[in-house]
């Protein structure tokens, strides 16, 4: 099923065509309206009207979240205050969060995608979402919510956390489709078994896993635990949130872009250059119809490439290769970004604490684990026992509301992480994805 054949099955001509228009249209805008944008193309000695349509787009400067940081908290925003209804936010690379704005408008938009990423998953009204995904800054909640809504189906509103309860829920409810990270969706199927359920017991048909990465073997253990089809769907805040790309039912190889809405490209991320549909680089997006906070070529750091030819289930949008990895180091800890960066700044702001760390991610069960090793001072590491407990629960509880994620401190002695010949291998990743 397709939500909205018009625009997802545009032939390709008519949909560069109109990818060129709002380009056009989206530059004019943003020159006006955004002093940091007007600045960079005059940086880069580009004017509005060179824009004439979609091969001019490579002329146009990158943005990137540093850019973001630098304008926080809505000094990237096109639109006045006064016309944004909604903001979400996301973790930036220190101690500010990445903010994006909505407009009424923008909105809509957004849930008619949500409608048509549900649609590919073949959820349709009379289905139950199950929407596990956290509810707040996070787009993740309330992006399907609208969307769920938008189909006409029954949304649960359940967020995240209470394991036990939201399966208890799902089998009275009857949830037939469930919405959540990968890691979480097998955490459930765990809980599920320990509680003595089989998958029978419940209804579920489908579930509509992202927002972080996730492997074929993750797909094929969850769908055979939880007896559902397992659909891959991928965004970011910056973009719009959930409701970027998804798989369509049909085929579950490769995530259809909402082109008529971004337009992706993919550069190889040590040189800006554009590489050719089917070559691996990282991806770059530029919005063409949001108001309240568009982007011009914004540099994700994921790595994939982009799928040309024609799906089966008649969309013609590009496809992009499940994501594989980042650029950066950023790490994403149940379904929460995290930069290392971020650590460093809050050990960095605590007496007593040496500039030597190490972060060690782990799974157990389908959980991950983050444990931060960090070297203490020697007066401090001969102090007595509570002293050091008492620094190793405070900088737990100051990381956690910082990265919005629990973790694990161990406060170890001095001169013991291994020092760098180079770059610091600061994060030791041992999760099998
Ligand atoms: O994670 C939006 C979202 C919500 C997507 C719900 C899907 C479902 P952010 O918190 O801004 O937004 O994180 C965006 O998460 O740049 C990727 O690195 C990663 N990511 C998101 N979806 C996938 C996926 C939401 N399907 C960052 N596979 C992105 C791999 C993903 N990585």
Known sequence: MIWNEEFETLPREALEALQGRRLRDL????????????????????????????????????????????????GMFAVPLERVVRVHASSGTTGKPTVVGYTRRDIETWAELMARTLTAAGVHRGDVVHNAYGYGLFTGGLGFHYGAERIGATVIPISGGNTKRQIMIMKDFGSTVLTCTPSYALNIAEVMEEMGLRPSDLRLRVGIFGAEPWSERMRQEIEKKLQIDAIDIYGLSEIIGPGVSVECIEKKHGL????????????????????????????????????????????????????????????????????TGRTDDMLIIRGV?????????????????????????????????????????????SDEIKVLEGLQKRIEQELKDALAVSCRVKLVEPKTIQRSEGKAKRVIDRRKI
């Open 27 to 74: 530059v004019e805008r943003v020159y006006v309206t955004v002093p940091p944008y007007r600045k960079k193309m005059q940086e880069a000695g580009v004017r509005p009207e060179d824009i004439k349509g979609l091969d001019d787009l490579k002329r146009l400067p990158f943005t990137t979240k540093d850019d973001l940081r630098d304008n926080y908290p809505f």
């Open 256 to 323: 259809h872009i909402f082109e008529d809405h971004f337009i992706p490209e993919i550069i190889n991320p040590d040189t800006g250059e554009v590489l050719p549909y089917g070559e691996e680089g990282e991806l770059v997006f530029t919005t063409l119809t949001k108001e309240a906070f568009p982007v011009i070529r914004y540099r994700t750091r994921d790595i994939t490439r982009l799928i040309p030819e024609p799906c089966i289930c008649g969309r013609t949008f590009v496809r992009m290769e499940k994501v």
């Open 337 to 381: 970004n995290v930069f290392p960066s971020q650590i460093e700044h809050v050990l960095m702001s605590v007496e007593g604490v040496e500039p030597h760390y190490q972060i060690i991610v782990d799974r157990e069960g389908a959980l991950d684990v983050m444990e931060v090793q960090v070297e203490v001072s020697e007066e401090i590491f």
